[in-house]
């Protein structure tokens, strides 16, 4: 007697699970210079807020990413100002330390880190998604143009 079997129907994907899976679990990301995988999430800023867990130096731009649009250039611009002393460029170190500990998923210390990649982790953890239109640039052709006139002899076939 042959065996009946149930079609199974197509699991249906929720996509506020889906979004909740990619805050929790973070997005593989290529580091800059130094090609590693990590994988980010964003901060939960609403919950640092709240908690007072942010570092002071952090406190004004990530109000103003709750309450308001928070541009690139805005966090670029955060990221590369002057910092006038030892003790406020030590503060700005510990804030690069304090975002890359609460956005890398992945098990991995955070001294391990270069600057470089903390600085692009702020970021992408930071900054809103349209900073990644700001890193998309021509591919470079993997091979030179052809040149189709007469006086190219062709393959033989």
């Known amino acids: 007697m042959a065996k009946i079997t149930k079609k199974k129907e197509p699991k249906v994907v929720d996509p506020n699970q889906l979004v ?3 805050l929790r679990n973070g997005v593989e990301q290529e580091m800059p210079g130094t090609y590693r995988v990590l994988k980010i999430r964003n901060l ?5 807020l709240r908690e007072g867990k942010l570092p002071d130096i952090l ?6 990413s709750v309450y308001q649009d ?17 003790a406020e460029a ?22 391990d880190l270069t ?9 992408l953890a930071v900054g809103p998604a349209e900073m ?3 890193f998309r640039f021509e591919q470079e052709s993997d091979v030179g143009d052809l040149d189709t006139s007469d006086d190219v002899p062709q393959a033989a076939e």
Do not use: C, Y
């Open 20 to 22: 909740r899976d990619v």
């Open 44 to 48: 939960d800023s609403v919950a640092l």
């Open 59 to 64: 406190t004004p731009l990530i109000i103003k």
């Open 70 to 86: 928070l541009t690139d250039r805005e966090v670029r611009d955060f990221l590369g100002q002057s910092r006038g002393n030892a």
């Open 90 to 111: 030590l503060k700005m170190a510990e804030a690069l330390d304090f975002v890359a500990k609460h956005a890398v998923v992945d098990n991995i210390k955070v001294e």
């Open 115 to 123: 600057l470089g990649e903390k600085r692009w982790i702020f970021r």
């Open 132 to 134: 990644l239109a700001s």
